[in-house]
């Protein structure tokens, strides 16, 4: 058999790349071998608004919506230190703001802003599905047992199919989305960092006719999330009568305490009252799972004619519902490389680099965000300390409690979209967040200062991908000392206004100006994240913030007076 393009697994990954590529490319052959027959459950099932994103992008949102998942609108979180009982939540939405509206309804609105919660089982398959109808060829039942190398090149793969019926597979790209399988990166014995302090098992199992906590006009929810004294409990509804309830516990917890796996996730549901009341007259379906041991990143994840995608490439913590998030916009990034590679016109080995660094990143940060979140739980051994690891990393001598502060306000933010994220958080939600748990006040940079002026002593001029429209563009931004400035969306508005002003008031002027004359149109959120970007900038080095009595204060603003 001869392809283009040859894709192990059929999961988010594997049938995201597919269909990027057939989608810009219809003339591609592109072949996914999947292992099992689809619909098969998997673990993962929360999903953030990056993925309908995608799933728009795609072209399958609509099948995605016609399954009449549950909406999920955020989380309702009781975390903290024992005795804590506080329950709060992380939206998507302004609460209260999520209007009825009948299903299924369209992507747009405040549907754009929402996310899934899904059966696995029946997403998977919609979007294997969907990779068929768009050209891709999809062979189930058919994994992949060896992969022949040559040097640093798949030479070809061999498949088996459910008969036991072998053949070999030539093409001039391998996508490996294989998940923990990890086909390609163990056969090229690709080492894997676990940048962690966490060592944390997971145990769940699905429940027929729980109830669903939380309904939210039309089909909306929130995902429940559950601190108990040695660990979490996950809380999903996945339907109108299916429901994935899940224990995340310190592999020592587990050793230590004596039980079968089955005894500690009944005793640990058992412990919780608001989720033993959710099941009072459910069902388990008996067909509990465990895993462990999933932080890790690919020390390389693409060679002469190969990628690492999804899971096969790294994956963080359940904690933040970002499996399938880094999954699918990194299957995005594999699909649009491809596709620049074979047109030729912008270098391949940049194209390479720049999909391990983006993807390291964003899979590193969601890490160092995951063990932030557990040092907030202090349950989980000290990590407040091993947040002086984490800054260390990053170029920074920090104390315990310096680092946790530095993390807490934004230390780890993304700048991929544009926009600052920190794993599943915007800078406000983390800084809300840090405020809550150190007990500290917690201030902004533009309420104390009014004078903001760059700093790029040092920085290095280049270009970072920008993933659109099948195409990687390439960017400017500047690189110092590990950190990335992007000149890119809401990044480069600021960015334009800070190299002309350095009045608060005329730079948040002169971005809203940089941003129309870009063709910016979300003005709402312009004017929700620019000082979030602002922050980023102050705490990343590349803008130098002081007070002046005699220039006016943010304060001053009619937007803010707002
Ligand atoms: C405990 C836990 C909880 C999680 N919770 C969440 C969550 O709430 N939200 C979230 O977004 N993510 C979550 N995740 C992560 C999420 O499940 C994964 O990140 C996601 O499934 C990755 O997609 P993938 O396509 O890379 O891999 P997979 O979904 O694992 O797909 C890989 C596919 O490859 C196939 N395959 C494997 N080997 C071969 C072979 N040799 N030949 C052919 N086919 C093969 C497999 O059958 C499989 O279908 C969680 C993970 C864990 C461990």
Aim: proline share 4%.
């Amino acid at each position: 058999m001869k392809c283009n393009v040859a894709i192990i697994g059929g999961g988010p990954a594997g049938s995201t790349v597919g269909t990027f590529l057939r989608k810009h490319r219809p003339d591609l052959e592109v072949c996914i071998f999947e292992g099992d027959l689809f619909p098969r459950d998997h673990v993962g099932e929360s999903q953030l608004p990056a993925v309908p994103v995608i799933l728009n992008e795609l072209g399958v949102w609509d099948k995605v919506e016609a399954a009449d998942f549950p909406i999920k609108l955020g989380a309702r979180y009781r975390w903290g230190p024992e005795g804590d009982d506080d329950l709060w939540e992380s939206l998507f939405i302004r609460d209260g703001e999520f209007q009825d509206q009948p299903r299924p309804g369209k992507y747009e609105g405040q549907r754009a802003q929402t996310a899934f919660q899904v059966d696995r089982a029946i997403f998977d398959e919609i979007l294997l599905d969907h990779s068929a109808e768009m050209g891709c060829q999809v062979f189930e039942e058919t994994r992949v047992v060896n992969v022949l190398r040559n040097g640093d090149a798949v030479d070809h793969l061999v498949v088996k199919d459910k008969t036991g019926e072998e053949e070999t597979v030539f093409a001039d790209w391998f996508v490996d989305a294989s998940g923990a399988s990890a086909t390609i990166r163990k056969a090229f014995d690709i080492p894997v960092d676990s940048p962690t302090a966490l060592k944390n098992i997971a145990i769940w199992d699905y429940w027929q006719n729980a109830d669903w906590a939380e309904l939210v006009g039309v089909g909306g929810t929130l995902v429940q999330v559950m601190s108990l004294s040695y660990g979490w409990l996950w809380f999903i509804p996945l339907g109108p009568t299916r429901t994935s309830i899940g224990l995340v516990t310190s592999a020592d917890y587990y050793k230590n305490c004596g039980l079968s796996t089955d005894a500690l996730y009944r005793e640990s549901i058992a412990k919780e009252p608001r989720i033993t009341k959710l099941v009072e007259n459910a069902s388990r379906e008996d067909r509990l799972q465990a895993t462990k041991d999933w932080s890790f990143i690919a020390g390389r994840m693409a060679g002469e004619n190969w990628f690492l995608v999804g899971d096969a490439s790294g994956f963080a913590d359940p904690i933040l519902a970002a499996g399938m998030t880094l999954a699918m916009t990194g299957a995005k990034r594999v699909a649009f490389s491809i596709l620049e590679i074979m047109r030729g016109e912008v270098d391949e080995d940049w194209l390479k680099g720049e999909y391990e660094r983006i993807q390291s990143k964003h899979v590193g940060n969601h890490i160092r965000f995951a063990n932030y979140w557990y040092s907030l739980n202090g349950k989980f051994t000290d990590l407040r300390a091993y947040c002086s690891d984490i800054a260390r990393n990053a170029g920074l001598e920090l104390e315990p409690d310096d680092a946790f502060q530095w993390l807490g306000t934004g230390g780890f933010t993304d700048e991929f979209s544009g926009i600052p994220f920190a794993g599943t958080f915007d800078v406000s939600a983390i800084k809300a967040l840090a405020k809550k748990y150190s007990g500290q006040p917690i201030s902004w940079t533009f309420q104390k200062n009014n004078v903001f002026e760059l700093r790029l002593e040092g920085a290095r001029k280049d270009v970072v991908g920008v993933y659109e429209d099948g195409r990687v563009h390439q960017v400017e931004c500047y690189f110092r000392d590990g950190k990335t400035l992007p000149m890119y969306l809401l990044f480069g508005f600021v960015f334009r206004a800070l190299q002309k002003e350095r009045e608060i008031l005329f730079i948040w002027e002169r971005t809203g100006f940089e941003a129309k004359r870009a063709g910016f149109t979300r003005t709402r959120e312009l004017a929700r994240v620019w000082f979030e970007v602002l922050e980023v900038l102050v705490i990343e080095g590349w803008v130098e913030a002081s007070f002046d009595p005699a220039v006016q204060m943010m304060s001053q603003a009619p937007i803010m007076r707002k």
